[in-house]
Protein backbone atom coordinates (compact mmCIF):
# COMPACT_ATOMS: atom_id res chain seq x y z
CA UNK A 1 0.00 0.00 0.00
CA UNK A 2 0.76 4.12 -1.19
CA UNK A 3 2.45 5.44 1.92
CA UNK A 4 1.47 9.25 1.02
CA UNK A 5 2.97 10.37 4.37
CA UNK A 6 5.90 12.92 4.18
CA UNK A 7 8.35 13.11 6.63
CA UNK A 8 9.10 15.85 9.22
CA UNK A 9 12.30 17.82 10.18
CA UNK A 10 12.44 20.96 11.94
CA UNK A 11 8.99 23.17 13.25
CA UNK A 12 8.99 25.79 10.96
CA UNK A 13 5.60 27.04 8.69
CA UNK A 14 6.90 23.71 6.04
CA UNK A 15 6.75 21.07 8.50
CA UNK A 16 3.42 22.39 9.65
CA UNK A 17 2.57 22.33 6.22
CA UNK A 18 3.69 19.03 6.14
CA UNK A 19 1.75 17.95 9.44
CA UNK A 20 -1.26 19.20 7.31
CA UNK A 21 -0.82 17.11 4.69
CA UNK A 22 -0.36 13.83 7.16
CA UNK A 23 -3.28 14.45 8.37
CA UNK A 24 -5.00 14.87 5.15
CA UNK A 25 -3.45 11.60 3.95
CA UNK A 26 -4.56 9.59 7.22
CA UNK A 27 -8.47 10.57 6.91
CA UNK A 28 -7.90 9.60 3.13
CA UNK A 29 -6.52 6.26 4.08
CA UNK A 30 -9.18 6.33 6.67
CA UNK A 31 -12.25 6.60 4.53
CA UNK A 32 -10.66 4.38 2.01
CA UNK A 33 -10.57 1.55 4.70
CA UNK A 34 -13.59 2.13 5.75
CA UNK A 35 -15.30 1.94 1.47
CA UNK A 36 -12.94 -1.68 1.59
CA UNK A 37 -14.43 -3.07 4.84
CA UNK A 38 -18.43 -1.64 3.70
CA UNK A 39 -17.95 -4.06 0.62
CA UNK A 40 -16.58 -6.94 2.30
CA UNK A 41 -19.50 -6.74 4.65
CA UNK A 42 -22.09 -6.42 1.80
CA UNK A 43 -20.63 -9.41 0.19
CA UNK A 44 -20.86 -11.20 3.36
CA UNK A 45 -24.55 -10.32 4.10
CA UNK A 46 -25.45 -11.24 0.56
CA UNK A 47 -23.59 -14.20 0.19
CA UNK A 48 -25.82 -16.34 2.89
CA UNK A 49 -29.62 -15.29 0.77
CA UNK A 50 -28.03 -15.79 -2.27
CA UNK A 51 -26.47 -19.51 -2.02
CA UNK A 52 -29.70 -20.25 -0.24
CA UNK A 53 -31.96 -19.19 -3.27
CA UNK A 54 -29.07 -20.90 -5.87
CA UNK A 55 -29.67 -24.22 -3.75
CA UNK A 56 -33.05 -24.35 -3.66
CA UNK A 57 -33.26 -23.70 -7.69
CA UNK A 58 -30.26 -26.40 -8.11
CA UNK A 59 -32.58 -29.23 -6.22
CA UNK A 60 -36.11 -27.88 -7.74
CA UNK A 61 -33.65 -28.17 -11.89
CA UNK A 62 -32.42 -31.23 -10.71
CA UNK A 63 -35.50 -32.45 -9.65
CA UNK A 64 -34.51 -33.30 -5.83
CA UNK A 65 -36.75 -30.74 -4.57
CA UNK A 66 -40.40 -30.82 -5.35
CA UNK A 67 -41.99 -27.41 -5.85
CA UNK A 68 -44.21 -26.49 -3.54
CA UNK A 69 -46.51 -23.34 -2.64
CA UNK A 70 -44.22 -22.92 1.01
CA UNK A 71 -41.09 -23.64 -1.20
CA UNK A 72 -42.00 -20.44 -3.36
CA UNK A 73 -43.00 -18.67 -0.67
CA UNK A 74 -39.79 -18.96 1.36
CA UNK A 75 -37.74 -18.43 -1.83
CA UNK A 76 -39.60 -14.93 -2.27
CA UNK A 77 -39.05 -13.95 1.09
CA UNK A 78 -35.17 -14.82 0.52
CA UNK A 79 -35.33 -12.34 -2.57
CA UNK A 80 -37.68 -9.80 -0.88
CA UNK A 81 -34.81 -9.77 2.17
CA UNK A 82 -31.67 -9.15 -0.51
CA UNK A 83 -33.94 -6.49 -1.67
CA UNK A 84 -34.52 -4.05 1.62
CA UNK A 85 -30.70 -5.08 2.33
CA UNK A 86 -30.25 -3.04 -0.50
CA UNK A 87 -32.55 -0.43 -0.33
CA UNK A 88 -31.48 0.18 3.77
CA UNK A 89 -27.92 -0.17 2.16
CA UNK A 90 -29.16 3.14 -0.22
CA UNK A 91 -30.45 4.75 2.41
CA UNK A 92 -27.30 4.47 4.31
CA UNK A 93 -24.48 5.39 1.51
CA UNK A 94 -26.66 8.46 0.48
CA UNK A 95 -26.75 9.60 4.55
CA UNK A 96 -22.93 9.02 5.10
CA UNK A 97 -22.70 11.40 1.57
CA UNK A 98 -24.90 13.99 3.43
CA UNK A 99 -27.21 13.11 0.12
CA UNK A 100 -30.27 12.38 2.45
CA UNK A 101 -31.73 15.87 1.29
CA UNK A 102 -33.80 16.34 4.90
CA UNK A 103 -36.61 18.55 4.83
CA UNK A 104 -37.04 19.70 8.05
CA UNK A 105 -40.54 21.50 9.28
CA UNK A 106 -41.51 22.36 12.53
CA UNK A 107 -43.45 19.12 13.55
CA UNK A 108 -45.57 18.06 16.63
CA UNK A 109 -43.80 14.56 17.87
CA UNK A 110 -46.92 13.79 19.40
CA UNK A 111 -49.22 13.85 16.58
CA UNK A 112 -46.45 12.37 14.32
CA UNK A 113 -45.94 9.27 16.49
CA UNK A 114 -49.95 8.63 17.11
CA UNK A 115 -50.44 8.88 13.67
CA UNK A 116 -47.60 6.54 12.48
CA UNK A 117 -48.65 3.84 15.17
CA UNK A 118 -51.90 3.36 13.30
CA UNK A 119 -49.84 1.05 11.09
CA UNK A 120 -48.24 -1.21 13.15
CA UNK A 121 -51.69 -1.94 15.57
CA UNK A 122 -52.22 -4.51 13.13
CA UNK A 123 -48.50 -6.14 13.33
CA UNK A 124 -48.46 -5.94 16.86
CA UNK A 125 -52.16 -7.17 17.35
CA UNK A 126 -51.17 -10.26 15.20
CA UNK A 127 -48.02 -10.83 16.81
CA UNK A 128 -49.99 -10.92 20.59
CA UNK A 129 -48.26 -7.41 21.83
CA UNK A 130 -50.20 -4.84 23.45
CA UNK A 131 -49.36 -1.59 21.65
CA UNK A 132 -49.83 1.57 24.11
CA UNK A 133 -49.01 4.84 23.23
CA UNK A 134 -48.49 7.80 25.75
CA UNK A 135 -48.08 11.07 23.27
CA UNK A 136 -51.06 13.30 24.39
CA UNK A 137 -48.91 16.84 24.78
CA UNK A 138 -47.52 18.65 21.83
CA UNK A 139 -44.39 18.50 20.96
CA UNK A 140 -42.79 20.29 18.97
CA UNK A 141 -39.36 19.79 17.35
CA UNK A 142 -37.76 20.46 13.54
CA UNK A 143 -37.64 17.25 12.07
CA UNK A 144 -37.80 15.55 8.32
CA UNK A 145 -40.94 13.77 9.20
CA UNK A 146 -40.59 10.81 6.57
CA UNK A 147 -37.00 10.31 8.16
CA UNK A 148 -38.93 10.48 11.73
CA UNK A 149 -41.37 7.62 11.02
CA UNK A 150 -38.81 5.74 9.42
CA UNK A 151 -36.63 5.94 12.90
CA UNK A 152 -39.74 5.06 14.93
CA UNK A 153 -40.75 2.85 11.78
CA UNK A 154 -37.93 0.67 12.56
CA UNK A 155 -37.81 0.65 16.37
CA UNK A 156 -41.33 -0.34 16.53
CA UNK A 157 -40.84 -2.88 14.45
CA UNK A 158 -37.53 -4.52 16.44
CA UNK A 159 -40.01 -3.85 19.70
CA UNK A 160 -42.67 -6.50 17.91
CA UNK A 161 -40.02 -8.45 16.23
CA UNK A 162 -37.85 -9.29 19.87
CA UNK A 163 -41.13 -9.38 22.02
CA UNK A 164 -43.03 -12.85 22.70
CA UNK A 165 -46.34 -13.04 22.57
CA UNK A 166 -48.47 -11.34 25.54
CA UNK A 167 -45.63 -8.78 25.89
CA UNK A 168 -46.06 -5.17 25.99
CA UNK A 169 -44.37 -2.23 23.99
CA UNK A 170 -45.12 1.65 25.32
CA UNK A 171 -44.30 4.27 23.34
CA UNK A 172 -44.22 7.74 25.23
CA UNK A 173 -43.55 11.51 23.66
CA UNK A 174 -42.61 13.96 26.39
CA UNK A 175 -40.58 16.68 27.31
CA UNK A 176 -37.41 16.33 29.35
CA UNK A 177 -34.52 19.39 29.81
CA UNK A 178 -35.82 21.28 26.78
CA UNK A 179 -35.71 17.78 24.58
CA UNK A 180 -38.28 16.57 23.15
CA UNK A 181 -37.74 12.87 24.15
CA UNK A 182 -39.23 9.62 22.37
CA UNK A 183 -39.61 6.45 24.04
CA UNK A 184 -39.99 2.91 22.64
CA UNK A 185 -40.33 0.40 25.31
CA UNK A 186 -40.64 -3.31 25.50
CA UNK A 187 -41.19 -6.09 27.34
CA UNK A 188 -38.59 -8.62 24.95
CA UNK A 189 -36.07 -11.04 25.28
CA UNK A 190 -33.79 -8.08 25.88
CA UNK A 191 -30.10 -7.78 24.77
CA UNK A 192 -27.01 -8.94 26.32
CA UNK A 193 -25.41 -6.43 28.13
CA UNK A 194 -21.93 -7.12 26.07
CA UNK A 195 -24.21 -6.85 23.10
CA UNK A 196 -25.24 -3.13 24.12
CA UNK A 197 -22.37 -1.21 23.09
CA UNK A 198 -22.83 -3.30 19.27
CA UNK A 199 -26.35 -2.33 18.20
CA UNK A 200 -25.87 0.50 16.34
CA UNK A 201 -23.30 -1.05 14.08
CA UNK A 202 -23.88 -1.46 10.36
CA UNK A 203 -25.12 -5.50 10.09
CA UNK A 204 -24.99 -6.32 13.69
CA UNK A 205 -27.06 -8.84 14.64
CA UNK A 206 -27.42 -10.63 18.03
CA UNK A 207 -27.42 -14.52 17.69
CA UNK A 208 -27.64 -14.70 13.43
CA UNK A 209 -28.86 -17.78 13.80
CA UNK A 210 -32.25 -17.16 15.72
CA UNK A 211 -32.27 -13.63 14.26
CA UNK A 212 -32.68 -15.11 10.46
CA UNK A 213 -36.24 -16.08 10.50
CA UNK A 214 -37.50 -12.08 11.80
CA UNK A 215 -36.17 -11.04 7.87
CA UNK A 216 -33.93 -7.82 9.37
CA UNK A 217 -31.51 -6.67 7.91
CA UNK A 218 -28.76 -5.55 10.89
CA UNK A 219 -29.06 -1.91 9.39
CA UNK A 220 -32.37 -0.66 10.82
CA UNK A 221 -30.54 0.80 13.84
CA UNK A 222 -27.78 1.89 12.22
CA UNK A 223 -30.12 4.02 9.96
CA UNK A 224 -32.11 5.42 12.97
CA UNK A 225 -29.16 6.55 15.04
CA UNK A 226 -27.65 8.31 11.70
CA UNK A 227 -31.12 10.17 11.04
CA UNK A 228 -31.28 11.23 14.47
CA UNK A 229 -27.97 12.19 14.78
CA UNK A 230 -28.34 14.51 10.95
CA UNK A 231 -31.04 16.02 13.40
CA UNK A 232 -28.59 17.24 15.89
CA UNK A 233 -30.33 14.11 18.42
CA UNK A 234 -29.44 11.60 20.13
CA UNK A 235 -30.18 7.85 20.39
CA UNK A 236 -29.35 5.45 23.27
CA UNK A 237 -30.70 1.80 24.63
CA UNK A 238 -31.27 0.13 27.93
CA UNK A 239 -31.48 -3.13 27.90
CA UNK A 240 -31.60 -6.76 30.44
CA UNK A 241 -32.06 -10.00 29.14
CA UNK A 242 -35.56 -11.69 29.33
CA UNK A 243 -36.88 -8.37 31.16
CA UNK A 244 -37.03 -5.96 28.21
CA UNK A 245 -35.47 -3.11 26.06
CA UNK A 246 -36.36 0.85 26.00
CA UNK A 247 -34.95 2.42 22.88
CA UNK A 248 -34.89 6.46 23.84
CA UNK A 249 -34.60 9.25 20.99
CA UNK A 250 -33.78 12.55 22.06
CA UNK A 251 -34.67 15.81 19.63
CA UNK A 252 -33.85 19.57 20.39
CA UNK A 253 -37.11 20.84 21.13
CA UNK A 254 -38.27 24.07 19.46
CA UNK A 255 -39.63 27.26 21.70
CA UNK A 256 -42.94 26.02 20.09
CA UNK A 257 -43.31 22.83 22.58
CA UNK A 258 -43.72 25.57 25.46
CA UNK A 259 -45.80 28.10 24.07
P1 LIG B 1 -32.51 -6.04 12.48
O1 LIG B 1 -32.93 -5.78 11.07
O2 LIG B 1 -31.74 -7.31 12.66
O3 LIG B 1 -33.63 -5.88 13.45
P2 LIG B 1 -31.40 -3.65 13.65
O4 LIG B 1 -30.24 -2.82 13.25
O5 LIG B 1 -32.73 -2.99 13.67
O6 LIG B 1 -31.40 -4.91 12.72
O7 LIG B 1 -31.11 -4.26 15.08
C1 LIG B 1 -29.84 -4.89 15.32
C2 LIG B 1 -29.98 -5.99 16.35
O8 LIG B 1 -30.24 -5.43 17.65
C3 LIG B 1 -31.13 -6.95 16.11
O9 LIG B 1 -30.79 -7.97 15.20
C4 LIG B 1 -31.37 -7.50 17.51
O10 LIG B 1 -30.42 -8.51 17.81
C5 LIG B 1 -31.07 -6.30 18.40
N1 LIG B 1 -32.30 -5.56 18.77
C6 LIG B 1 -32.78 -4.42 18.19
N2 LIG B 1 -33.91 -4.00 18.80
C7 LIG B 1 -34.16 -4.88 19.79
C8 LIG B 1 -35.20 -4.99 20.79
N3 LIG B 1 -36.19 -4.10 20.88
N4 LIG B 1 -35.11 -6.04 21.65
C9 LIG B 1 -34.10 -6.94 21.57
N5 LIG B 1 -33.10 -6.89 20.67
C10 LIG B 1 -33.12 -5.87 19.78
Excluded: C
Amino acid sequence: QLDARVRITGRGELSRLGSSFNMMAEAVEQSERRQRQLIADVAHEMRTPLSNLRGYLEGLSDGVIEPSRELFVSLHEETMLQRRILDDLQVLALAEAGDLGYTKTPTDLAELVSGSVTAQRAVAAEAGVALTVDASTPMWAEADQDRIRQVLGNLLTNAIRYTDRDGQILVRVRAEDGEAVLTVQDTGVGIAASDVPHVFDRFWRADPARQRATGGTGLGLTIAHRIVTDHGGRISVESTQHVGTTFTVRLPATGLAFD
